[in-house]
């Protein structure tokens, strides 16, 4: 499995910022893709996850009614969609998939793509 994110970018508080996870190397089906993030200096955290087969979503307390993380199954992509976006939001934000639900540690999740990084200014 392979998985590669992109769409981060610098963006003003308040903004919004879309990210996409491209995943590849098999079919998912009973698996679950998630969104975390890391800033310098912490550790990562969960921000939000999608079940593949009935679409089942979870946010961390700190993103959740601002961001909102959806699937195009044919195209196998899982996308982020950040709004109202604040300072703390800045972070590296990968993407991982696990066979399973949603978990919200990501030493249960197998596979992970590189990163993207995202930068809101104040």
């Known amino acids: 499995v392979q998985l590669q994110a992109s769409g981060g970018g610098l963006v003003q508080a308040g903004g919004s910022l879309s990210v996409t996870c491209v995943a590849s190397?098999?079919?998912?089906?009973?698996?679950?893709m998630a969104w975390f993030r890391q800033a310098p200096g912490k550790e990562r955290e969960f921000v939000s996850g999608?079940?593949?087969?009935?679409?089942?979503?979870a946010y961390s307390d700190s993103v959740k009614g601002r961001f909102t993380t959806s699937k195009d199954r044919i195209k196998k992509t899982v996308y982020l969609q950040m709004n109202s976006l604040k300072p703390e939001d800045t972070a590296n934000y990968y993407c991982?998939?696990?066979?399973?639900?949603?978990?919200?540690?990501?030493?249960?999740?197998?596979?992970w793509g590189q990163g993207t990084h995202v930068t809101v200014s104040s």
């Open positions: 991982a998939v696990r066979h399973g639900a949603i978990t919200r540690w990501p030493a249960e999740y197998d596979y």
């Open positions: 190397g098999r079919t998912f089906t009973s698996d679950a």
């Open positions: 999608i079940n593949w087969g009935n679409d089942r979503t």
